[in-house]
């Protein structure tokens, strides 16, 4: 049993150029993927921190401003006292 085996042509060439150049745009697109998605990924680890740092500005803020009213308050009271004793 003989089997005749047909050498193709170097014209055919052409097309697995084009399979080469469909996968490398395939790989490309899935880079782009990959690091979009990372990108993503740290734009919003970004914006958690810095949502937590403005939430510990505002608490530290009110604890200023809480601070400053007992103060008055504070010493409002004390003014009072003076007055009445």
């Known amino acids: 049993m003989y089997y005749i085996i047909k050498i193709l042509p ?3 060439f052409s097309e697995s150029k084009e399979t080469q150049i469909k ?3 395939r790989k490309q697109r899935r880079k782009t993927k990959e ?3 990372g ?3 740290k734009e ?3 914006a958690e921190k810095k949502r937590v ?3 510990k500005l505002k608490k530290r803020k009110l604890k200023e401003k809480l601070k400053k009213e007992s103060w008055r308050r504070e010493a409002k009271e ?3 006292r ?3 004793g």
Do not use: H, P, V
Request: net charge positive.
């Open 23 to 25: 996968s490398q745009e």
């Open 44 to 46: 919003r680890w970004k």
């Open 78 to 80: 004390k003014i009072n």
């Open 39 to 41: 990108e993503k990924t």
């Open 82 to 84: 003076d007055k009445k």
């Open 35 to 37: 690091k979009n998605k």
């Open 10 to 12: 170097l014209n055919n």
């Open 53 to 55: 740092g403005e939430e």
